[in-house]
C-alpha cells in the first residue's frame, strides 16, 4: 500500500535551523517564504484546486511539483533541468515532503498536463487571493495603472514571437498585459502573451476578469495607463463600469493637431498653456473630448527675413479621461500615476511569467 503520510495537503513542513554538516543548504530564506505562504493558507488552496490523483506509479503530487516551481522561481531559477537540481536540496525536500529530487522528466510532464486549463485554473486562484488581500486592505477607492513588458528570449522559446522591441529589434520576445493596486504596489493580474501582441490586445477581456474579481468593499476605481491603451473600445468599457480614467493620447499626426488647436495661458505661467477638442476616431461610439498641454522646452534663435529672433520650441502632451479638470490638472495627476513607475519595473523584472527553458 502506498504511503500517504508525507502527501502535502495543506501546509508545506517548516524546518528548524541546525547547525550540523549534513544537509547543508544553500536557499536557507525559503524557511521564512514558506511560514508566510501557510500562514496565507497559498499551499492549501493549491493543493485543492490541483488534487493528485494518486496510484501505485504516481511518485509526486500535483500540488509539490507547482511548489517547487514557485520555490525555484523566487530563488531565480528558471531552466527545468535545474529546478530538478534544486528540489533535491535538503531544506527543499524537507519544505515539500519529498523523498527525492523531482526529475526532470516529471516536472515537463506535469506542466504538460496541466496545459491551458490549469494555466486558467492557476491564474483564476491567484486573482481570488489578490481580491481576498485587496478586500483585507480595507481601501475603499483604488487606482489601477495598467502596462505591458518585453522581453526577449533566445532561440526558440514556445509562444515568442517577433514584435515591437525597443531593447534587441528583431528578436523573439513576450510581450506581458499586466495591471496594478498603486495603493498596495500589487501586480493584481497578468495575461502571458506572444510577442507579436499590441499593448493593448485583449484588455478588454482582462479588464473584465479584474472587474469580476474585486470585492464589493472597492466604490470607486481609476484607472490610469499610457498611450498604447488610447482605446475606444476600452473608454467605452470603463465608462460601462463607472470608472475614472486618464490615457494618454497617441494619434498620428499629433502634434500637427496640437498645433491648430487655440491655446489658453496658464495664470502665472506664461511658457505654459492649455486647449481642449472634441475628437472622434472612425471605430469609436461617440465624440469625446480631448485635453491638452503644450510648455515651452527651450528658446532658440533663428533668422526670419533677415532679422534673428528668440522663438518657443513647444513639446505636448494630451490626455483622455472622464475627470472634470483641465489639462493642467490632468497632466499632474498622470505625473502621480508615473511615480509608480519605479516599483512596478523592479515588479517586472523578475516577472515576465515567469518563462521556463527545457534546455
Known amino acids: 500500500m502506498k504511503n ?24 536557507s530564506r525559503l524557511n521564512t517564504v514558506v ?25 509526486f503530487g500535483v500540488n509539490q511539483i507547482l511548489l517547487a516551481i514557485t520555490l525555484a522561481s523566487i530563488s531565480g531559477i528558471s531552466r527545468i533541468r535545474n529546478i530538478a537540481d534544486f528540489s533535491g536540496d535538503g531544506l527543499v525536500k524537507a519544505l515539500l515532503k519529498l523523498d527525492k529530487a523531482i526529475n526532470e522528466n516529471a516536472l ?53 514571437a517577433k514584435g515591437y522591441n525597443t531593447t534587441k529589434k528583431g528578436a523573439k520576445s513576450y510581450h506581458p ?43 470607486k476605481v481609476f484607472f490610469c495607463a499610457d498611450s498604447g491603451f488610447f482605446s475606444g473600445e476600452l473608454f467605452d468599457l470603463l465608462e460601462l463600469f463607472n470608472w475614472d480614467y486618464l490615457v494618454k493620447v497617441k494619434l498620428k499626426n499629433l502634434e500637427k493637431l496640437l498645433q491648430s488647436q ?18 472622434k476616431a472612425n471605430s469609436w ?3 469625446r473630448v480631448l485635453k491638452a498641454m503644450r ?39 498622470y505625473k502621480q500615476c508615473s511615480t509608480s513607475e519605479t516599483w512596478i519595473e523592479q515588479v517586472k523584472r523578475p516577472h515576465y511569467g515567469r518563462k521556463y527553458s527545457y534546455r
Not at 134 to 141: A, D, E, I, V
Open 4 to 27: 500517504t503520510k508525507k502527501k502535502l495537503n495543506s501546509q508545506s513542513k517548516v524546518v528548524k535551523a541546525s547547525f550540523t554538516g549534513s544537509n547543508i543548504t544553500r536557499y
Open 35 to 59: 511560514k508566510y505562504m501557510n500562514r496565507q493558507n497559498i499551499v492549501k488552496s493549491i493543493s485543492a484546486s490541483f488534487p493528485t490523483q494518486w496510484k501505485n506509479a504516481t511518485k
Open 108 to 160: 515537463s510532464a506535469a506542466l504538460k498536463e496541466l496545459g491551458q486549463n490549469g494555466t486558467r485554473k492557476l491564474q483564476g486562484l491567484l486573482l481570488l487571493k489578490n481580491g481576498e488581500w485587496l478586500h483585507k486592505s480595507g481601501l475603499k477607492n483604488i487606482t489601477l495603472d495598467a502596462d505591458s513588458t518585453v522581453k526577449s528570449v533566445c532561440s526558440n522559446q514556445e509562444g515568442a
Open 177 to 219: 498585459l499586466l495591471v496594478f493596486v498603486s495603493e498596495m504596489k500589487l501586480l493584481y493580474h497578468t495575461w502571458f502573451r506572444t510577442g507579436s501582441a499590441y499593448t493593448s490586445n485583449g484588455i478588454i477581456g482582462f479588464l473584465q476578469e479584474v472587474k469580476a474579481s474585486l470585492p464589493e468593499t472597492i466604490e
Open 262 to 279: 487655440i491655446w489658453i495661458s496658464i495664470k502665472g505661467n506664461k511658457d505654459v498653456a492649455i486647449c481642449e477638442f472634441t475628437y
Open 285 to 287: 461610439s461617440k465624440t
Open 295 to 333: 510648455s515651452v522646452k527651450e528658446y532658440v534663435q533663428v533668422e526670419y527675413l533677415g532679422e534673428k529672433q528668440i522663438v518657443p520650441v513647444y513639446q505636448y502632451v494630451c490626455y483622455a479621461s472622464n475627470y472634470d479638470m483641465d489639462a493642467f490638472g490632468l497632466h499632474e495627476l
